[in-house]
């Protein structure tokens, strides 16, 4: 029975990891009407070696990127990585995936 | 290639559509192969985007009406855009110089004239409806010296999310001052989804437009 409890801890555990331990960036842009645009700032932002995942929302004209542990991107970079797309930025929000805490 | 081989490729893929609806510059490093076909021509394209606001490639297209095939270097450039919060729009210039080659004789007697080509688009969608006007305007020596414009209007029956398939119903208006049927008008239907779109249509002279694209 210990046995079981350490095997079921432990799974849970597992389950419990965020699926990447780095901050989150939501994006807010103007412009982004079209899954072409969509693709546009995916491959943009998928380019950068700090980016663990992406994904584009149309409806809310938003970009989630979820940053690799220990990197980021810096504001400048997120607004010319956007401009580079061929949209505007209309604001950027932090939120750290480990302590959920917004910035 | 072969003047005839292009020809033959190209009425094979089947497309038309020298804007190509603006699809012409994509994302910096991003490629975009066309293949057009209306009633007047057939063309295959390739351009590569530098940045966002440009692109420069290959056009390759025949005339039917002259029965000639315009090799060039085109060069696509995004003026101006509005991006706003629910809607999009843009202008655009195209360029393109290169060589015109008659089809009819043997390789060795066909005519030969160099050729140039300047037009601009302008077009604005949002998630749901869609308008745009393009023009051009053509030399090709003794094959061509023409005006041509055409417009569209558009609406999506569903809005779809990214990543979804996509479908637009459209309405295409061509005009060319001196063509035999000055103004054609073609309904069509655009699909797309992930980096491939189509179109087709038929026009009210019975004339199929074709277009697909796809991105890299």
């Known amino acids: 029975m210990k046995r079981l409890f350490?095997?079921?801890?432990?799974?849970?555990?597992?389950?419990?990891?965020?699926?990447?331990?780095?901050?989150?960036?939501?994006?807010?842009?103007?412009?982004?009407?079209?899954?072409?645009?969509?693709?546009?700032?995916?491959?943009?932002?998928?380019?950068?070696?700090?980016?663990?995942?992406?994904?584009?929302?149309?409806s809310a004209k938003l970009i989630t990127i979820g940053m690799k542990d220990g990197q980021t991107l810096d504001d400048?970079?997120?607004?010319?990585?956007?401009?580079?797309?061929?949209?505007?930025?209309?604001?950027?929000?932090?939120?750290?995936?480990a302590g959920g805490q917004d910035q | 290639m072969r003047i005839s081989s292009l020809s033959f490729l190209c009425a094979a893929f089947?497309?038309?559509a020298w804007a190509a609806e603006a699809r012409d510059i994509t994302y910096p490093g991003g490629i975009s192969v066309m293949t057009m076909n209306t009633g007047d021509m057939n063309g295959l394209y390739g351009f590569y985007s530098p940045t966002a606001r440009y692109s420069?490639?290959?056009?390759?297209?025949?005339?039917?009406?002259?029965?000639?095939?315009?090799?060039?270097?085109?060069?696509?450039?995004?003026?101006?855009?509005?991006?706003?919060p629910d809607s999009q729009a843009n202008f655009y210039l195209r360029s393109g110089v290169g060589m015109a080659y008659g089809e009819e004789g043997e390789d060795s007697d066909r005519e030969i004239s160099p050729a140039a080509y300047i037009g601009g688009s302008i077009d604005w969608e949002d998630r749901r409806f869609y308008v745009s006007y393009e023009n051009r305007y053509t030399y090709a020596g003794d094959f061509d010296d023409s005006f041509k414009q055409s417009a569209r209007v558009g609406v999506a029956p569903y809005v779809g999310e990214f990543g979804d398939l996509h479908t637009w119903l459209m309405l295409q208006a061509d005009h060319e001052p001196e063509a035999e049927h000055p103004v054609t008008v073609t309904p069509l239907v655009r699909m797309f989804k992930g980096a491939h779109l189509v179109e087709a249509g038929v026009s009210n002279q019975g004339d199929v437009l074709f277009h697909w694209m796809v991105q890299f």
């Open chain 1, 6 to 58: 350490i095997v079921l801890a432990s799974v849970t555990l597992l389950f419990a990891q965020p699926a990447f331990a780095g901050e989150t960036v939501r994006v807010n842009v103007n412009g982004l009407v079209c899954d072409f645009c969509a693709r546009a700032v995916e491959k943009v932002f998928g380019g950068q070696a700090a980016v663990e995942t992406i994904a584009v929302d149309l």
């Open chain 2, 14 to 16: 089947g497309l038309y």
């Open chain 1, 76 to 97: 400048g970079t997120i607004t010319k990585l956007v401009n580079d797309s061929g949209y505007a930025l209309v604001s950027i929000e932090r939120v750290e995936a």
């Open chain 2, 56 to 84: 420069l490639g290959y056009a390759g297209e025949y005339w039917r009406d002259g029965d000639y095939t315009i090799h060039s270097v085109r060069l696509n450039y995004l003026a101006k855009r509005w991006n706003n």
